[in-house]
């Protein structure tokens, strides 16, 4: 009897245990805490803390309320079937955000409230003293990566406190020793009794390490990321390599799935399964990361990218999401900012996504567009989505540098009449679209070839990242269109089988006034006026288009591997991921395509009359006022030499080291790119890469000025100027000495961007004077290096006077000595009589034995010109 009695006894503890246990699920909530259970009656108090002792096969279920702070899941799951999920509990609305609350705001009078942080606060990422830079970007390296918020708002940054007293919803920042002090113009709010946010965490769902596989995330709203401006890597010789990061991501992981989840207000990236430079040197096995699912989210006022990433994305599907207002304040810009971008990835699947309202100031240094597939993808497809084209993006579809094969198929796409779709690749496959206000621009890119003709990408295995020939240039080949309707803009005017191997234009249907490609042997047109409209909902949108009957009766074949054919060069058609081929068969809502002949566009079931179409996701953003962007005015600063010092004439001066002072004082720039970011960062001048290793003022175009401070020796000169343009009409440059035109040098055509040749105008007799304003002005454009001033009577040229040298020996055979009485090592420059450069080092010591017996000018430290004698 008391053997049994025991033995019950036993039982029920054990019953009781395993009733404490989370039997596969954790839970966290606000009322927990993480020395907790984790169960649902004694949750965890951080996502962290559950993501720490999560298994494979183990959900987390996150229950209501705004959870701060940045979750790195040490490990994932070992499988598709056994993953570790994090999901919001059903029904209940889960935040987790990069802010915190301020609600400690002084009043700082004249419209501004204040607020000083310790370095401390911010737990060593401080977002208010890193600025937003990185590789290709050409604007707005002023902007830091923090923000402030008002009840969801998004206030504007500027560069100073006195226009953040005079602009509503803006803030200025600025540090003082180890205090970060925020100041913020919140209009007629309370920011102490409003919910006021500021940035504090990089990233919100990221994890670092390499290879955290099979994670899922349903359910969950992600705001207030501050993570820099991302970029690809260019391989083993990129300067600056980095890892993609985002919101929220995944470092080269596998198998991820994000779902019915709000990803907002990320200074940047939204979400990126990108490249990490800490991984293997090869990513050859793509059954090692890759193939994830990112489907029915919102995406919206993120920086930079809605959805992004490099190699990573590899066999992933990109489904049903809704990808808004991207760059919405354009706060900054270059060759980045996309709703969906991908590089050097296999087999994506980009399909059912809405994606409008990206947005960049539109220049040859800025772009933006819906869908950017840029470089090297290969097995792409594109399928079934709705793209707008708003005033500020590019257009809605960028192709770049791919060989193929790209399929676009089932899509819907509204562009601008005053711009082009960009076919810049091979193997592209266009079929069964509605392509309503486009145009197409079919060109070869000609650089990153060593200037050898179209660009350099490379093939792969089919289905591989395996490289089969690394070095084939992307020519415009074997692109195909078919089965698509054209209303409006001009379509694809120029296209033909004439303007590459294998390009086919077919079975297309031209409406409105829109005209048949060139060489297309089954061309249909229809001058029906036609007309659609967009109906924002909830959700996303209502599409509407009236059509007439010119749909009927076209005899248009199934696009499919036999139709297509193989790729060149890519040596595969159009098939999926595991290789089967694909055919077109299905429509934008997924009916099936019947008959002998589909129906051409993407509706099987179109109709004469009305034809209705509704696009969104079920997910909404979370709801926050859009505030106007003023104008930010940089602050004024008196216009002085660059360098501290006046330069001199005779002499030589710089292009880049034009007068401080900015925009409008000491420059005019017609395009809002900045400098260089390591050099004259916060300019919007364009500086780039020049001869030597030096650097350059880039597109120097008609109207813009550069101004210099020199000191001037009385006399008679010859003035050089050493430019490039492949423009074979360029322009003038004029030059002018406190507002007095002093002469015009004519500029041609070098053939080449990165060819510099000396123009020279001769007998400019200035006079004497000190802190004169020398300035430069383009009339066309060209790339300017450098220009020098040389005295018609070279023994004349000496300007030795009062700077402290040893120059000998002079005339000399061989080696020229210079010797300072500062000790330091001098900048050495060799010019011809004429004024080219001929060498150039750092040193005490130049060999001169290269150059012909002859009389040659010594620059020491672009301060001092003296004749040399070469025997």
Known sequence: MTLLINVLLFILLLSASCSNARSGEIHVAKTGSDSNAGTVSDPYLTISKAAGMAAPGDVIIIHEGTYREYVNP??????????????????????????????????????????????????????????????????????????????????????????????????????????????????????????????????IFYTSALDIDYITIDGLRFLHAAPNWQAPNEGDSDPNPLTQ???????????????????????????????????????????????????????????????????????????????????????????????????NCVDVLIENNLIRNVIATQSDESQAYCIWIDFANQGTRITRNFLVGSPMTTTALFLEANIGPTLVDNNIIIDRTDKAIFVFSGGSVFAHNLFVNSNFSFAIQQFGNGGSGARNAYTLKPHTLKQTNNGQKVEIEYNQMYNNIFAGGSGPVNFSADSGAGNVVDYNLYIGGTNPATAHTHAFTSMFNFSYKITDTETGIDFSFEFDDSFKNITSPYVNEALVGVIPFANQSIADEEGNPITVNRDFNLLDRVGTHPKIGPLENISVGTNSIRIGS???????????????????????????????????IEAENYDLGGQGISYSDNTTKDGDPALRAGDNVDLGSGPDNGVVVGWFDNDEWLEYTVDIDAGTYKMNVSAASALEVVGDLKVSINDQEIATVDVSGTSDWNVYKTFSVNNITLGAAINAILRVTSTGGFNLDRFSFFKNSITSIDNTEGFSSRIYPNPVQDVLNVELKSGSDPLLKIYSIVGDILLTKRSNSIDLSSLAGGTYILMVNDLMATRIIKK
């Open 74 to 203: 040490p490990v994932g799951g070992t499988s598709g079937a056994n993953r570790i999920t994090f999901k919001a509990a059903d029904g209940e609305e889960v935040f987790v955000k990069g802010s915190e609350v301020i609600n400690t705001w002084e009043d700082n009078g004249d419209n501004t409230w204040k607020v000083t942080l310790p370095s401390s606060f911010f737990n060593g990422y401080n977002p208010y003293e890193l600025r937003v830079d990185g590789d290709f970007q050409n604007y707005g390296q002023w902007h830091h990566r923090g923000d402030i918020y008002i009840n969801n708002g998004v206030l504007n940054e500027l560069q100073t406190l006195d226009q953040t007293k005079e602009e509503p919803y803006s803030w200025y920042t600025t540090t003082e020793g180890s205090e970060t002090i925020l100041y913020a113009n919140f209009g007629k709010e309370d920011p102490n009794t409003a919910l006021t946010e500021i940035n504090v965490r990089e990233l």
């Open 245 to 343: 990061k985002g919101a929220v991501g995944s470092k080269m992981g596998k198998g991820w799935i994000i779902e019915n989840c709000e990803v907002s207000y990320s200074k940047t990236a939204g979400i990126m399964m990108g490249e990490s430079f800490d991984d293997q040197g090869s990513f050859e096995d793509i059954t090692a990361f890759g193939d994830h699912v990112i489907r029915n989210n919102i995406i919206t006022r993120c920086g930079q990218y809605g959805i992004a990433g490099q190699k990573g994305m590899t066999r992933s599907a990109i489904k049903g999401n809704r990808i808004e207002d991207i760059n919405f304040r354009n706060e900054f810009g270059g060759y980045e900012p996309a709703g969906i971008k991908i590089w």
């Open 618 to 652: 079920q997910m909404l953003a979370t709801p926050g006022t859009k505030y106007p962007v003023p104008v930010s005015v940089p602050p004024a600063e008196p216009q002085a030499p660059f360098q501290g010092k006046a330069s001199d004439i005779p002499g030589v």
